[in-house]
C-alpha cells in the first residue's frame, strides 16, 4: 500500500487457478476466510492441503495501518495468525503444503513437522499468481528460485533489530557488514533456511574448479552437471573469503549465474573477479574516482581502495551452507 503501490486490474487467484486446472479429476474444498478452525476443518481427511500465508509491507502513511502493521513491518510473524493455521492443517493432513507470500523473512518454527511435505516461497503475488503457483506444484515448471535471505528463528540472528520509531529514527549501524548470513557465519549460527537456498525436482552435481589470472581479474571455471531426471536450471553461486589481515566477513558473495540443462548435460561455467570503476562522494567539496577491484578493501587511513596481502579463497556452490567448490589465489 502506499504510492509506490498499484492495484491490478486483473489477476488469477490461486484458488481459481488449482480448480481449473484439476476440473473434474479432484474435489477441491476451500476456506478463504483466515479462520483456523474452519481451515482445519477444510483440510481434515483430504488428500493434500495447500496453506496460504503471508507478511506484505507498505508505505509509512499514518493513515494507514494494515494488520497492526504502519508501513514496514512490525516483525517477522506471519500475518492473519498464518503460523497458527499451518499448525492446525497440519495437525489434521498428513501432506501439508504451505505457500508462503511476503516481502522478507518470516519465522517458520513449523518447517520441520512431519505432516508439512512441501514450503513454497512465492515472494509478493503478480496478476498470474495462481497460474504460476499451479505449474509449480503440478510440475510443468521446474523452480529454480533461491533465498535473497536468510531464514531464521529470532530477531537477533540476523545482526540487527527492528526500529520500532518509523517516523524519525536514529540510527547507528553498529553491524557494520556483518549482516544476515555474515552475521551468522561469523557467530556459528545456523539458520532454518539459509541464504541462497533453493531445490529443484531435479539434481546438480559440480566439478573440475579452475581459478586462472587475466591481466588484474581472476577467472573462476567450474563444471556443473544435471545428475538428476528432468531437465532444470541451476544458480551456482561464487563466494569470497578475504584474508585475515582483512577482518572481513568469512564468506562474501561475488557473483552467481543462472545455468539451464537437459537431463545428464553439462555446461562449463565461467564467472569472472574484476575490475571495476566506482564513483562516489567521500565529502560535498571532493569528488573521487576510484578503480577497484572485488578483492579490494577501503583503507579508512589512507583513504584508498587496497588489496589485504595473504591469500584468498574462493567458494562455489548452491547456497552459502552448501559450497561444492573452493580453492585459493
Known sequence: WGSGSNSLEFIIPPIDAITSFVETSATVTSSLSNDVTAGAAAAEAKDVALVFVNAMSGELGLYVVVEGNQGDRNDLDLWYEGGSLIEA??????????????????????????????IVYAGAPGEQTGPSIVDVLYGEY??????????????????????????SPD???????????????ANNI??????????????????ALSITSSGTSQIIAFT????????????????????????EPSKVLRGFE??????????????????????????????????????????T???????????????????IKDIRLSGIF
Not at 553491524?175 to 557465519?185: A, G, I, Q, V
Not at 556443473?224 to 577482518?247: C, M, R
Open 89 to 118: 492443517v497440519a495437525a489434521v493432513n498428513e501432506n501439508t503444503v504451505v505457500v508462503v507470500h511476503s516481502v522478507g523473512p518470516v519465522y517458520m518454527p513449523w518447517s520441520t513437522h512431519p505432516n508439512i511435505t512441501a
Open 142 to 167: 521446474n523452480p529454480s528460485g533461491r533465498l535473497p535471505f536468510s531464514i531464521a528463528d529470532s530477531e537477533s540472528n540476523y545482526g540487527t533489530t527492528i526500529t520500532y520509531d518509523v517516523v
Open 171 to 185: 540510527l547507528n549501524y553498529t553491524e557494520k557488514l556483518l549482516l544476515d548470513y555474515r552475521y551468522m557465519d
Open 190 to 207: 545456523i539458520p532454518r533456511f539459509e541464504f541462497g537456498y533453493g531445490l529443484s525436482y531435479t539434481t546438480f552435481a559440480y566439478s
Open 224 to 247: 556443473v552437471t544435471n545428475s538428476g531426471a528432468f531437465a532444470g536450471a541451476e544458480k551456482p553461486q561464487l563466494y569470497l573469503g578475504y584474508p585475515s589481515t582483512a577482518v
Open 258 to 299: 543462472e545455468v539451464f540443462l537437459d537431463v545428464g548435460a553439462s555446461s562449463l561455467v565461467n564467472m569472472t573477479l574484476t575490475e571495476r570503476d566506482m564513483r562516489y562522494f567521500l565529502n560535498r567539496e571532493r569528488e573521487i574516482n576510484l578503480t577497484t577491484l572485488f578483492c579490494s578493501i577501503w583503507d
Open 301 to 319: 587511513t589512507s583513504e584508498t581502495w587496497v588489496r589485504p596481502s595473504g591469500m584468498f579463497n574462493v567458494y562455489v556452490g548452491a547456497s
